[in-house]
T-cell receptor, first 114, second 113 residues
Framework: KAGVTQTPRYLIKTRGQQVTLSCSPI?????VSWYQQTPGQGLQFLFE???????NKGNFPGRFSGRQFSNSRSEMNVSTLELGDSALYLC?????????????FGSGTRLTVV | AQSVTQPDIHITVSEGASLELRCNYS??????LFWYVQSPGQGLQLLLK??????LVQGIKGFEAEFKRSQSSFNLRKPSVHWSDAAEYFC???????????FGKGTTLSVSS
């Protein structure tokens, strides 16, 4: 069974640009969550999508957005990039009952903003 | 709201020695608790989880964790550490179904020979 696939693995962008990251969950998983991981702040929850609807949202500015498609694949977008957005962005999928089964994580997208 | 504290930022253990990583949580009801491990440049892998029943939980790679409600703790243990266990370990807590998992800041484990 294929795992969670995140593309691309690495990205370098310039301040002010926008970026789109992609996540394909495990087949049959309907929930996709996104986390930002930095050395100083650790893992911070961005948002969760379940059946194409945003179910939960973390405390991030509106520059961070996401969506989920009918096949459960998800994208997150960051507009007007800032240096502080440099981080590892992790996608995690679950059946939808996160608290029962936990997440399966992808390997992440390393975003560097210069 | 729930929260997680991992008091130890970095721990070094000799190969073959026992290991205990601490995790304290804050949540009013019975939480859902998880331990994950992350190798450099990789995503997180689930080691074990607890949400009810036996308070001693067995996981993969020889790890176990014990839920102690009175101490609000969920410490991870391994009787004999291998060099391949060197990684970062994260404790996470979840509330009721449909909410996100909240992660601790992580503990980096180094294994010395």
């Amino acid at each position: 069974k294929a795992g969670v696939t995140q593309t691309p693995r690495y990205l370098i962008k310039t301040r002010g640009q926008q970026v789109t990251l992609s996540c394909s969950p495990i087949s049959g998983h309907r929930s996709v969550s996104w986390y930002q991981q930095t050395p100083g702040q650790g893992l911070q929850f961005l948002f969760e999508y379940f059946s194409e609807t945003q179910r939960n949202k973390g405390n991030f500015p509106g520059r961070f957005s996401g969506r989920q498609f009918s096949n459960s694949r998800s994208e997150m977008n960051v507009s007007t990039l800032e240096l502080g957005d440099s981080a590892l962005y992790l996608c995690a999928s679950s059946t939808g009952q996160t608290t029962n089964y936990g997440y399966t994580f992808g390997s992440g997208t390393r975003l560097t903003v210069v | 709201a729930q929260s997680v504290t991992q008091p130890d930022i970095h721990i070094t253990v000799s190969e073959g020695a026992s290991l205990e990583l601490r995790c304290n949580y804050s949540y009013g009801a019975t939480p859902y608790l998880f331990w994950y491990v992350q190798s450099p440049g990789q995503g997180l892998q689930l080691l074990l989880k607890y949400f009810s029943g036996d308070t001693l939980v067995q996981g993969i790679k020889g790890f176990e964790a014990e839920f102690k409600r009175s101490q609000s703790s969920f410490n991870l243990r391994k009787p004999s550490v291998h060099w391949s266990d060197a990684a970062e370990y994260f404790c996470a807590v979840g509330a009721q179904a449909g909410t996100a998992l909240i992660f601790g800041k992580g503990t980096t484990l180094s294994v010395s020979s």
